[in-house]
């Protein structure tokens, strides 16, 4: 996997796992860029979320990594973005087919759901797999159209 520019943002509740996240996303050689916030001291999620998608959706980074503590709350603010298909992923065949039949652009994790370490393999199934295209692109093509 060659490496990526990859924004990461979470709530207070997400944040220890998008440290470790972080952290681990550099010494794999990505470029992170972090939109906050910056401790555990109680925020409110929608900001985060919208730092980070107004982020990917300018081109300034190629995927967007939100954690709260279930990712249900960053993936539902995530979607509101034209252009955005956020995937709330428990599972590393859940961000397969994210990216594969979605084309998600942006990965939600739940950080109170899973392990650091099924979390950073929910991760790398989600940056190494592409869109698969053909039937998928039309159904994809009809998300922001709703």
Same mark, same amino acid.
């Given at each position: ?43 409110d999620y929608p ?48 961000a397969s087919y ?15 759901? +899973? ?6 393999? +929910?991760v790398n199934t ?21």
């Amino acid at each position: 996997m060659s490496p990526m520019r990859i924004a990461v943002a979470s709530d207070h509740a997400g944040f220890a796992l998008k440290t470790h996240l972080s952290e681990w996303l550099a010494e794999e050689g990505h470029r992170v860029e972090d939109l906050g916030t910056d401790s555990s001291d109680s925020v409110d999620y929608p900001d985060f979320a919208h730092r980070l998608c107004r982020f990917v959706s300018n081109g300034d980074a190629e995927v967007g990594l939100l954690v709260c503590n279930t990712g249900i709350g960053m993936s539902m603010a995530a979607n509101r973005h034209k252009g955005i298909r956020a995937a709330l992923c428990l599972f590393p065949l859940m961000a397969s087919y994210a990216r594969r039949h979605n084309d998600a652009n942006v990965l939600a994790l739940g950080a109170g759901l +899973i392990s650091p370490f099924l979390a950073r393999e +929910i991760v790398n199934t989600f940056l190494s797999e592409g869109f698969d295209g053909g039937r998928h692109a039309r159904r994809t093509g009809k998300l922001d159209g709703a």
